[in-house]
């Protein structure tokens, strides 16, 4: 049930049969996707080149240029881009190199992660608390949402933030902030009667300061469009507060509107950052690779989903290693890491080396890899080299990984300790349990056999010499 199918006559990982296997098929148009794979086609043809010429340079420029445009990146940065692309590319020491190739792909990747900002930029903190980090947006971003994502980031990072909303004007725009509040378990401002923003916003900053919070989350009022009435109260909260960031919270599926925006919120209130939701829809990228050039204001987070842990700080060169098909296997290395138990992992580790590896063993790795998010972003985080090529296309359906958990929670304890047992009338037992046919009952434990035959190869071999110390979820 964790195979991933290539296709009709792909193989399947991990039990390399060549029929499909449920419950995986093609991922749909997600962040990036058409972008990377047309700029991964540009740099692997130019690679394919025995000798790379100033034609074969023209001509990759121009397959970029066109890449970049229909990613609705701004026109001037994709000008600016490509010229220094080009200039650089042209330079003799790249076409008399014995791998020019490649050289110009370092080019581009070096080139794309200044494009995307450098380094990451972290969060500011005021020297004396609270710190407070004024959230601000079109209606619709995410605004609201992405407070509380953000405000669970610097719980987890041991920060003790306290939210506030004011937003007076949208219904139940308070109440929203308090349910995304409770499910975060971070503390939400709440002044019975108070219907004006500047006053909700003084009395949560006193009681910030008052009771021992270190942050102050302001979730301000948004627009269907920027106005001077909008922009009036942001400018006096901003007086009131000084915050020690402004971020713009802007949806990365409007493009250039996000560039926009960010144009004009910053010509008002001196943004410090913008944070980019919904990172994981059909985003063509062109917000992502044109916001920073455009007005000079670094990307801080990126959303990445719906759940409320979904946000992830924005790295520049790990997010150009997504796009050409290297990989970031850095983030997933700190996801695992914040995921996976380590003292489970060594526990793991050794019932792999003593072949004990159960069905409770593989319902709770199963577990501890649904912990990691979407399978299908797990994947695109893999390098797309050798074996591993066009993996980031590919999609487990996270309804039939909870197949798999209760058809394992169908079985008697001592069925899941000895699969051996298993025989015709407990399976039909087990499948009537679980809601589930016989047939996947049957192709669990199959694919369960299959894995575990080979993470005992695994375990003695590769992981347990080499990998021991990364804790990463078998």
Known sequence: MLSVSYGRHGPCFPCESFRPCFP???IESSMLESLSDKLQKVLRDLKGEGH???????EAMRQIRIALLEADVNFKVVKDFV??????????EVLKSLTPGQQVVKIVRDRLVELLGSQ????QY???????????GLQGSGKTTTTGKLALWLQKNGRRPLMVSTDVYRPAALEQLSVIGKAVEVPVYDGPGQNDAIERARQAFQQARNTGYDTLLVDTAGRLHIDDTLMVE?????KLLDPKEVLLVADAMTGQDAVNSASQFDQRLALTGVILTKMDGDARGGAALSIKS????????IGVGEKYDAIEIFHPDRMAGRILGMGDVLSLIEKAEEAVDEENAEEMLEKLRRDEFSLEDFRDQLRQIRKLGPIEQILGMLPQIGPLKGIDKLRVDEKELGHVEAIINSMTPRERRNYKIINGSRRKRIAQGSGRPVSEVNRLLKQYMQARKMMKQVGKGF???RLPKLNFPI
Request: a positive charge.
């Open 52 to 58: 790379v010429s100033e034609r074969h340079i023209e």
């Open 120 to 123: 990451a930029v972290p969060v």
């Open 463 to 465: 992981l347990g010499k």
């Open 294 to 301: 455009v007005t000079g204001k670094p990307i801080k987070f």
């Open 83 to 92: 010229a220094r692309v080009k200039e650089q590319s042209l330079g003799q």
């Open 126 to 136: 005021a020297k004396v608390p609270p710190t407070v980090l004024m959230m601000v």
């Open 234 to 238: 942001l400018e006096r909260l901003h």
């Open 24 to 26: 995986c098929h093609k």
